[in-house]
């Protein structure tokens, strides 16, 4: 499985962003779907992810204004972020699992196939 991230790029606060992510191949078997992002400095956090069964999931801090989402023939993931801050500033990766998770979750060390990221900048 092969992740490739595009749609990043540099905004001023309050503007948009759709990040995509497609995929070689998806797994002959359930798996998950998460969005992550890394800043300078800091941990790699989940941001939001769909599970197995379809549940979504979003870090608290971007509830409400980021939207995970598949295209219908799961080929695409996307991640529509609106009214975005200097502080959602990370290289974005997506990320895929096969491990049942459950709860569902959106914790780094959970997933197994990874993206090279790509960077948003939001500037004040």
């Known amino acids: 499985v092969q992740l490739v991230e595009s749609g990043g790029g540099s905004v001023q606060a309050g503007g948009s962003l759709r990040l995509s992510c497609a995929a070689s191949v998806y797994p002959y078997r359930p798996y998950s779907v998460a969005w992550f992002r890394q800043a300078p400095g800091k941990e790699r956090e989940g941001v939001a992810g769909i599970g197995i069964d379809g549940t979504t999931t979003y870090a608290d801090s971007v509830v409400g204004r980021f939207t995970i989402s598949q295209d219908n023939a799961k080929n695409n993931l996307y991640l529509q972020m609106n009214s975005l801050k200097p502080e959602d500033t990370a290289m974005y990766y997506c990320?895929?699992?096969?491990?049942?998770?459950?709860?569902?979750?959106?914790?780094?060390?959970?997933?197994?196939?990874w993206g090279q990221g790509t960077q948003v900048t939001v500037s004040s």
């Open positions: 990320a895929l699992t096969t491990l049942p998770l459950r709860p569902f979750t959106i914790r780094p060390r959970d997933y197994i196939y």
